[in-house]
């Protein structure tokens, strides 16, 4: 792989090659061991057009401990404030000796962009309403942690699916892994023609968790929305949002996720955030390790750790 851009473009093997190379990658952390020289001699930088706390620190971590250059863009201090287009910016950082550039932006399809017009490799870190390909890989690690395998595990994910790349990215993914992916929002929140990409629709949330082995809340994106497309938080919250009583009708093991960052008393409730069966922490740990494991396959290729 020369870049990480979403899992739609990805066969099963890449996937899993990902993912067992995140299993070896978590073990090194396991030992507390926060340096290794697997990028020593790799130049990393982020550069973020949208806020992050979880995707740009793990990626920070991730390349530190295995001892690569890092460097971060902050966009509102940077050239892009002038005008500097996109490319230009890319092209500044190829002329840097940048080996990988992790890329936030606000435009679905930014990061392919990039890629196709620069010599560095690129990692997708969300692009708007499209993927979020580390994302998936880390929450897709974190089933197969406990559970496995997804093969025929029924996924409940359930919110603003509309605005979500996690949710895509996720849909992909766990679908080339034989998972059943049923997703749930309002009309007003579920993307049309989303069905063909292989997902179950319905707006009954209640009916996407009943039985589901694992449920994912996802966040109500306020920031993408123009207006009008719900009523009030505290009916979404009633109708679509995770509590009790709704993971009560889940499977009885049901784990349940959410990408972060949770906005408490909309999508998910805190008892439900906070319960014994919420892997949301553990979703940011292993975000470390699928992270360690993408910068590693781009600049090193499937040569042994
Ligand atoms: N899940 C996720 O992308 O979180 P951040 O926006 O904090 O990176």
Not at 15 to 20: A, N, P, Q, R, T
Not at 51 to 77: C, D, H, P, W, Y
Not at 112 to 139: C, R, W, Y
Not at 203 to 227: F, I, N, P
Request: glycine letters at 8%; hydrophobic letters at 40%.
């Amino acid at each position: 792989m020369k870049h990480l851009l979403g899992l739609r473009e990805l066969e099963v093997s890449d996937i899993e090659s990902v993912l067992s190379l995140a299993v070896e990658m978590k073990k090194i952390l396991k030992q507390n061991v926060k340096k290794t020289n697997h990028l020593s001699n790799k130049s990393v930088v982020t550069l973020f057009y949208e806020n992050s706390t979880r995707t740009k620190t793990s990626f920070e971590i991730a390349a530190k401990f295995m001892g690569a250059s890092l460097s971060g863009i902050s966009v509102a201090q940077s050239s892009v404030q002038k005008g500097e287009t996109l490319i230009d910016t890319g092209k500044t950082l190829d002329a840097l000796c940048t080996d990988v550039i992790i890329i936030r932006h606000n435009v679905s399809g930014a990061p392919h962009f990039l890629a196709k017009n620069i010599n560095a490799s690129v990692i997708n870190g969300g692009d708007g309403m499209n993927e979020h390909p580390t994302q998936a890989l880390l929450d897709i690690f974190t089933i197969i942690e406990e559970r496995g395998s997804l093969k025929g595990l029924n996924v409940a994910i359930v919110g603003d699916v509309k605005h979500s790349r996690v949710a895509r990215s996720n849909l992909w993914g766990m679908t080339k892994l034989g998972a059943k992916v049923t997703l749930a929002a309002p009309d007003t929140l579920m993307p049309e023609g989303i069905e063909r990409a292989g997902a179950r629709i319905t707006t009954d949330a209640d009916a996407a968790v009943r039985g589901a082995d694992v449920v994912m809340g996802l966040r109500l994106q306020l920031e993408r929305m123009k207006s009008g497309l719900i009523p009030s938080i505290s009916e979404y919250n009633e109708m679509y949002g995770l509590s009790k009583r709704r993971v009560g009708l889940a499977d009885k093991d049901v784990m349940i996720l959410h990408p972060g960052p949770v906005n408490r008393g909309a999508e998910i409730n805190g008892d439900v955030a906070d319960a014994d069966n919420s892997f949301i922490e553990r979703q940011v740990t292993n975000g470390v390790a699928i992270r360690m494991a993408a910068l590693f396959l781009l600049t090193r290729g499937n040569n042994p750790i």
